[in-house]
């Protein structure tokens, strides 16, 4: 071993200690792991009070580990929601155009038959002057679809409309958002997706697949449903295998007459996952706080089980299998013991129902023998009159044990009385009564 560096004051304090060297046989001690297959020495058992500090210092932790995920799940939860809502905000701007210099005997009606090929048209805001009853020479324009918007943008530039020139372009506040257009368009690029407008309204999703499929392989072709099963709103969106196949469509299918109707091919402009709801009204969703407190505490489950998996230098799924095995131990331990409890009760209720049968039989053993009318044998097999059963006859009997009585009855052993020896029968009485009493010995 190593010597302890000493002090000026003669104290020693733990220094450097070079040249240690491991002599004999390694000793596991308490909370030791398994090491070179020796078995760690089980800790010593905790008293009730320790072992109640121990689950209440568990629930305290536990408590403070949800407190801090809720919190950073509310946080990153309203991050989203603010993000999705400029997302919103700046779609319903990409959705809008500007019609500068327009001829003042242009009317909404003439805009939107102008306007309408590209896709629905949500609605048309022209300033009015109130003196001259006539617009100002300028219209906004929104549409369902931010595609639409951009179409008519590029195609209806400095188109000549009622002798003039109109000019189309972005609302004055796009710049505003224009970060976040920016982040939308470059998401789109990474889908290979065309939009289709001016679909005439008789023509189904199988007719356009038919005639786009001719540039490549198509992934999905789906048209805006309306309300009415069957139709649709004259616009949808065509998914490619690659981008060659969508540069093709783009190229070949804008402004092709089909149906009567010129189509209005071009690039999406916005990925699948965004709804083009247009300016529908935005609602922030809110998570549920059951829901909420739940995921929390499943959460910090798994952030303790890390914590102590890196503690330990162990996997957290080793740790979480030992867990559940635990867990499973004690089940099925709580199980046997129930069984063993059902099969205790189920055995008292079979001796309680032997124990109750028995004593109705015994019950009804008793009641049957006192109502039984026959004689008894007696010890000599011969019948005769019970102990309980008085046998009474004539006083004329010449029997000297029978006990004399004034009544001319006669009281036989089965309890009957016998009036055949009455006084109407004469001198026969006696003898019949002494014949019957002969009977009983």
């Known amino acids: 071993m190593g010597e302890m560096a000493m002090d000026g004051g003669g ?51 536990m408590e403070q580990s949800i407190k801090i995920v809720l919190m950073k799940q509310t946080l990153a939860h309203q991050q989203a929601q603010a993000k999705s809502l400029q997302r919103q905000q700046a779609i319903v701007l990409m959705c809008r155009i500007y019609v500068g210099s327009i001829n003042f005997e242009v009317r909404e009606d003439t805009l939107k038959t102008t306007f309408g090929p590209f896709g629905p048209i949500k609605s048309i805001s022209m300033s009015w002057d109130p003196l001259t009853q006539k617009h100002k020479g300028f219209a906004f324009i929104d549409y369902e679809t931010p595609e639409a918007a951009q179409l008519a943008l590029e195609q209806m530039n400095g188109t000549f409309i009622s002798g003039r020139n109109i000019k189309v372009g972005r609302p004055s506040n796009m710049p505003q958002a224009q970060t976040i257009i920016e982040e939308i ?109 739940a995921a929390a505490a499943v959460t910090a489950k798994i952030q303790a089980l890390d914590a102590v998996a890196t503690n330990l230098g162990l996997d957290s799924q080793d740790i979480q299998d030992s867990q559940e095995k635990e867990e499973n131990i004690q089940l099925e331990k709580r199980r046997k013991e129930k069984e063993e409890k059902q099969e205790k009760r189920e055995k008292e209720r079979e001796r309680d129902r032997e124990r109750d049968e028995r004593s109705r039989e015994m019950s009804q053993q008793r009641h049957s023998r006192s109502r039984d009318p026959s004689p008894r044998r007696s010890e000599g097999g011969q019948a005769g009159p019970s102990s309980s059963t008085a046998l009474w006859l004539s006083p004329r009997s010449n029997r000297p044990d029978l006990p004399s009585s004034p009544s001319p009855w006669t009281r036989c052993g089965d309890g009957r009385q016998d009036s055949s020896y009455a006084g109407g029968h004469g001198a026969g009485t006696a003898a019949g009564a002494a014949e019957k009493a002969d009977v009983w010995q």
């Not at 189904?204 to 392989?217: C, L, N, P, R, Y």
Request: proline letters at 6%; aromatic letters at 6%.
């Open 11 to 61: 104290g020693g304090y733990p220094g450097p200690l070079p040249a240690l060297l491991e002599s004999g046989g390694l000793v596991v001690g308490p909370g030791g792991r398994k090491e070179g297959g020796r078995a760690a020495i089980a800790l010593p058992k905790l008293s009730t009070s320790e072992s109640l500090a121990i689950q209440r210092a568990k629930k305290y932790a």
């Open 185 to 293: 368009q470059r998401d789109a690029l990474n889908y290979n997706r065309v939009y289709v407008g001016g679909i005439h309204k008789d023509l189904s999703t199988d007719d356009i697949k038919s005639v786009f499929e001719a540039f490549g392989q198509i992934k999905t072709c789906e048209l805006a449903p309306t309300l009415v099963e069957g139709r649709h709103k004259g616009y949808g969106f065509i998914e490619y295998e690659n981008l060659q196949s969508c540069q093709d469509a783009i190229s070949s299918m804008n402004q092709f007459d089909l149906g009567g109707q010129y189509l209005r091919v071009g690039r999406s402009i916005t990925p699948p996952d965004i709804k083009n709801t247009g300016g529908q009204s935005l609602t922030n969703s809110t998570i549920p706080t059951a829901s909420a407190v």
